[in-house]
């Protein structure tokens, strides 16, 4: 099988800004980042103007740009906190996007060298695995847009903000929107015969708040995965589904007959998803 090429100007680098000062993450990255052109997302609930380096080849998006192409109607879309990175999914005309947070830095040895695979810092029995892993057909996983690449024309369109608890914080260890939007990714690729890829390249996180609190915050969500986990395991998409957008929006109309009656966010995620396919085409469409 031959190689993919993958040219420079066919990707975009999405950032989610949720932090006013991006200096120090842009310069860290400024010998991969100078040779993509980036789309930053300044988190709308965050006050303080962006302090962006010069000398990067970006566009930049607002609360403003968010009004403009959603609408200030009542929208189910929720561009807040971490999810305003998937108004750079949305915006992106690439056909690469590689995803990542603004409190991720390049991986680094105990040395300070740039690095793959190797012992993470001050940190005991954890390993970066210097592999690349196929996920088998059938087999979920969560997805994080802290450190993601993916084929936007092929599978932009699943790749949504779709299920938010209620009590869900800016800062959090983990969501359970990741949790439902690998899965639907997931199935999406899996229908349409498109690979899964998980492994290196790495990133070093710097965490923002408590695991322990996030968690309790989420407690109502880990419950709900109860649920959440066999209805992706087990829902099958037609033959007549044959792009992402008709996938997702099988899906949908999969989680409102068989999720919807047993708690309102899932029919709230379902209104969602059905949302975010006809802003998708809209946008598309311009």
Not at 10 to 23: H, K, M, R, Y
Request: one cysteine or more.
């Amino acid at each position: 099988m031959s190689q993919v090429i993958i040219k420079d100007d066919e990707v975009d680098i999405v950032i989610g800004a949720l932090q006013s000062d991006l200096t120090s993450f842009m310069e860290a990255w400024r010998p991969m980042f100078s040779r993509f052109h980036l789309i930053i997302v300044k988190d709308p609930d965050l006050k303080e103007e962006l302090k962006i380096p010069g000398g990067f080849n970006l566009n930049l998006y607002t609360k403003s740009d968010m009004d403009k192409v959603v609408g200030l109607s009542s929208s189910t879309i929720s561009f807040s906190g971490y999810s305003c990175r998937y108004f750079g999914y949305l915006m992106s005309r690439k056909k690469y996007i590689i995803s990542i947070d603004d409190d991720c830095l390049p991986a680094k040895d105990s040395k300070g060298e740039l690095t793959d695979a190797a012992l993470k810092p001050s940190a005991r029995n954890s390993r970066y695995v210097d592999a690349v892993l196929t996920v088998p057909a059938r087999a979920m996983l969560p997805l994080s847009g802290i450190n993601i690449a993916f084929n936007n024309e092929l599978i932009g369109p699943a790749l949504l903000p779709a299920f938010r608890l209620a009590k869900e914080g800016k800062f959090r260890w983990e969501t359970v929107e990741d949790i439902w939007t690998g899965m639907c990714a997931k199935v999406v690729c899996d229908h349409l015969r498109l690979g899964v890829k998980s492994g290196i390249p790495y990133v070093w996180r710097q965490e923002r708040g408590s695991a322990v609190e996030s968690l309790k915050k989420e407690w109502e969500g880990v419950q709900l995965m109860e649920e959440v986990v066999p209805f992706f395991q087990s829902v099958r998409l037609s033959e007549a589904a044959v792009t992402a957008e008709d996938c997702v929006a099988e899906i949908a109309a999969s989680v409102t007959e068989q999720l919807g009656h047993s708690n309102p966010m899932f029919a709230r995620a379902a209104e969602t998803m059905v949302e975010w396919i006809k802003l998708w085409k809209q946008v598309r469409s311009q």
